[in-house]
């Protein structure tokens, strides 16, 4: 919802079947870079809708004047190194070549550093690695280059398929400045920001955008994005969903699929991992599964699973998901109202079967699949075997492994110890057609990713795309959109606190603290200094007593690995003695020594802001958004148009009394903060500045 308290316009924003084809004259060519019409191609297609083909270790064939790759070394065309042929019946040649060993190694996906050693591909058979540091976008396109090179040295000559976490948010761990420094890619608002733009659009650009970077340093596919709605503030993992409402987070999560796959999967894609089945946000209190504590799934509330939990996600199905990945937590029958259908409940007396989601046959199987249309693969969780397997701890890690393929995971993140996997193997607790079934998903898609053509990269491009001025505009737009206006008191002379024009700066004497739970006052340093360089108009006050105005930054956090325990979970109430670390009897004193208080909360969860918001004069909810964006906004350079993608609540008694599986919106109590002036903070609300974004009545 918008609204338009005050009149003013708005400036213009500043900122920056299997059968061959008939058989031709083969010629071996030298190893070395080929193309078929683009040599020395990234994985793109060439002229004519050929395939570019880069060779760097094993010969190229030529066929019809078209180029190949001899992975396999024979001298042959196989129909798996056939470029011309569906990529599912290239998999199902490849998959019939393989060693036991080797189709073991290709199930497991661990992760990828600097020290990872060429043994998981040369033993261990390993294919699918995770990338979790951070160097320049050149020197990973050339690592993850070399690492190729050795896939494409062994036996068979198969890819391998760089995955990542999301890499293109603000960076909260960075020093304010510096989010955009070496390694990053175009750096966008976080989800709960994109959620605020309410512009499908706007996130579809970006997943095209991020798409071209990752295929760019050698990245083909994505754990990503969070299908989970927010239905518990004081979860953990808020700031990784696009917010409570499930219409919302559905339109968001397909423009996100369709963004970074494409209208289906090609060298130009990256493949999603739509996270978590069958949604992870019914977290009683807030706690985490990655904790025994935690491990439950409740849902307390009768039909919420359907009508909350699962469109988005059925949203990432629709859109071509390549696959999708169940969450820790075990579902509960205890504390559970009806959910599903009788056809899909476990037994007669038990709704669900009370095992982790992974090893969960009623929900991958029987809803995911059979009910929703999933017809890809599915990616286990971190360390779900051994580690976290929940409601199976006592079975062998083999069993773990064979109760997890029976219930549909094809793929195991987390290790490189292909032993369990091997044991059930050979045991026969798995059948052989049940790992030829989960290997041909993977490499089929590794076909369809156009690796076994091109899987290189070009460093100097792979810099270029990232360092593209273009991109960062687009996504500095998107900063701008996913501000959320809740506040604007009237201040000295009947005008409105915001916008701070261009007359009135020279009146203003500007104080800037930032608090957060650590290292608040290197981060205070760096946001005047940004300040100081990106609005040279404002002067700035060295102390609170030389302030006309105020700037306050609160971010509070919150760590699933340290915050939550078995008897209480994670609070989000601003205290420096509670788990966000926000020191609010200072925020509380600044405010009364400073005229006008400027406050922007970082509302990455939807914090208790009762206590500091009612000294404001104008109050902000950012979502990992550059301060940029948000001084553009006080500035009167850009009207905001953000609105909340969840309600934020009135106090801690009504987090307390929330139902954990259902949005605040329809809690059916008076869940919302309420300001001074009325204004009810509840899903959808936002404030604007001028009178050309005319809306209804505010809410309240």
Not at 244 to 250: D, F, G, H, M, S
């Amino acid at each position: 919802m918008r609204s338009s308290p005050h009149a003013r316009k708005a400036g213009t924003a500043r900122r920056l079947g299997l059968a061959l084809v008939a058989v031709l004259p083969l010629a071996i060519v030298p190893h070395g870079t080929a193309a078929a019409g683009n040599a020395g191609g990234h994985g793109g297609s060439g002229k004519g809708g050929k395939p570019s083909v880069e060779s760097r270790v094993k010969d190229l064939l030529t066929r019809g004047g078209d180029r190949f790759r001899d992975l396999n070394d024979n001298g042959r065309l196989d129909p798996y190194e056939n470029w011309r042929l569906p990529s599912k019946l290239r998999a199902h040649d490849l998959v019939g070549r393989m060693t036991t060993e080797e189709k073991a190694g290709t199930m497991l996906i661990s992760t990828f550093d600097d020290t990872t050693s060429r043994t998981v591909l040369d033993e261990d058979h390993l294919r699918y690695f995770i990338v979790r540091d951070d160097p320049e976008p050149k020197d990973l396109a050339r690592r993850n280059n070399e690492f190729q090179e050795l896939a494409e040295a062994s036996r068979l000559g198969i890819p391998v398929v760089m995955t990542s976490n999301p890499r293109n948010h603000v960076n909260p761990s960075r020093t304010i400045g510096h989010a955009e420094a070496g390694g990053q890619l175009s750096t966008w608002p976080g989800e709960l920001g994109l959620a605020a733009t309410r512009d499908p659009r706007i996130v579809r650009d970006f997943a095209q955008t991020a798409a071209r970077e990752w295929r760019a340093v050698g990245i083909q596919k994505g754990y990503m994005y969070m299908a989970d709605i927010a239905t518990e503030p004081r979860w953990t993992r808020t700031d990784g969903t696009f917010g409570e409402n499930p219409r919302l987070a559905a339109d968001m999560i397909s423009a996100v699929v369709k963004g970074f796959q494409g209208k289906e999967l090609g060298p130009h894609s990256v493949a999603q991992t739509t996270k978590h089945a069958p949604g992870g946000g019914p977290r009683v209190e807030g706690k985490d599964p990655h904790h025994p504590w935690g491990q439950t799934n409740e849902y307390p509330t009768a039909g919420s699973l359907a009508k909350y939990h699962l469109p988005p996600l059925q949203a990432a199905i629709d859109a071509g998901t390549t696959s999708v990945m169940p969450y820790y937590a075990r579902p509960e029958n205890d504390g559970s109202a009806p959910q599903l259908p009788k056809k899909l409940r476990y037994t007669e007396k038990q709704q669900f079967e009370e095992v982790g989601f992974a090893f969960n046959k009623p929900i991958l199987q029987d809803l995911v699949r059979d009910g929703m249309g999933f017809d890809g693969y599915i990616n286990s969780d971190t360390g779900v075997i051994g580690d976290r397997a929940w409601g199976v701890e006592h079975l062998t890690e083999a069993e773990q492994y064979a109760k997890a393929i029976h219930a549909g995971t094809n793929l195991f993140s987390g290790g490189t110890d292909v032993a369990p996997l091997l044991e059930a193997i050979e045991t026969r607790l798995v059948t052989k057609k049940q790992i030829d079934r989960s290997v041909t998903y993977l490499l089929t898609e590794m076909f369809d990713l156009g690796l076994f053509e091109d899987p290189y990269t070009d460093p100097d491009r792979a810099q270029r795309i990232a360092d593209d001025p273009a991109s960062q505009a687009r996504a500095d737009e998107a900063h701008r959109k996913s501000v959320v206006l809740l506040r604007n008191d009237e201040g000295r002379g009947g005008r409105p606190v915001l916008p701070v024009t261009d007359a009135q700066a020279d009146d203003v004497r500007l104080y800037v603290e930032v608090f957060q739970e650590r290292n608040s006052e290197t981060q205070t340093t760096a946001l005047r200094k940004l300040i100081h360089e990106y609005d040279p108009a404002l002067t700035l006050a060295d102390s609170p007593a030389d302030a006309t105005h105020a700037y306050l930054h609160v971010a509070p956090s919150l760590a699933w690995s340290e915050d939550d325990t078995e008897d209480d979970g994670p609070s989000i109430e601003l205290r420096k003695d509670s788990d966000t670390g926000i020191d609010s009897e200072r925020i509380l004193a600044l405010q009364e020594q400073i005229d006008t208080v400027v406050l922007n909360v970082n509302m990455v969860n939807p914090w208790l802001i009762h206590e500091i918001e009612p000294g404001a004069d104008a109050v902000l909810a950012t979502f990992h958004t550059t301060h940029e964006a948000a001084l553009d906004v006080i500035r009167g350079r850009f009207d905001p148009s953000g609105e909340l993608p969840f309600g934020i609540p009135a106090d801690l008694a009504a987090v307390e009394r929330n139902a954990s599986d259902v949005p605040s919106y329809d809690e059916g109590y008076d869940y919302a903060y309420r300001n001074a002036a009325g204004d009810r903070y509840s899903y959808g609300f936002g404030l604007s500045l001028g009178p050309d974004r005319p809306g209804p009545p505010r809410r309240g």
